[in-house]
């Protein structure tokens, strides 16, 4: 399964003044590196997996559609978050959610842009 093409487009738009963007097909999604570092993928079933900042973890988990996501059934590491896409419907649901990836991509690329 490929995957959600709406959901690519969103998120390109959001990346769209970011430097150094790369787009990786992997496990069936498509990835967005930023500066060299994961951000963000969209996935084929409509959700929206993120990097963000460790710490934030686990308030994050407590937003409309968060959940921890699973890698081959295990959990993966704090600082991935996947929004399923009701948590990411309105633009500013969306919006807030690659602000946390942004922000966490900033601070470990040791990007200031």
Not at 3 to 13: I, P, Q, S, T
Not at 88 to 107: C, H, P, R, V
């Amino acid at each position: 399964m490929a995957y959600d093409k709406e959901l690519a487009d969103r998120v390109r738009d959001a990346l769209s003044g970011e430097h150094q963007v790369r787009e990786v097909k992997m496990f069936g999604s498509l990835a967005f590196m930023v500066n060299g570092k994961m951000a963000a993928t969209a996935n084929p079933d409509g959700r929206l997996m993120l990097r963000c900042d460790p710490e934030r973890t686990d308030a994050l988990l407590e937003r409309d559609g968060a959940e921890w996501p699973e890698m081959r059934g295990k959990l993966m590491s704090k600082g991935w978050i996947v929004v399923a896409d009701y948590g990411i419907e309105t633009e500013e649901a969306f919006d807030s959610w690659m602000a946390e990836a942004l922000d966490y991509n900033k601070k470990v690329s040791g990007s200031d842009d």
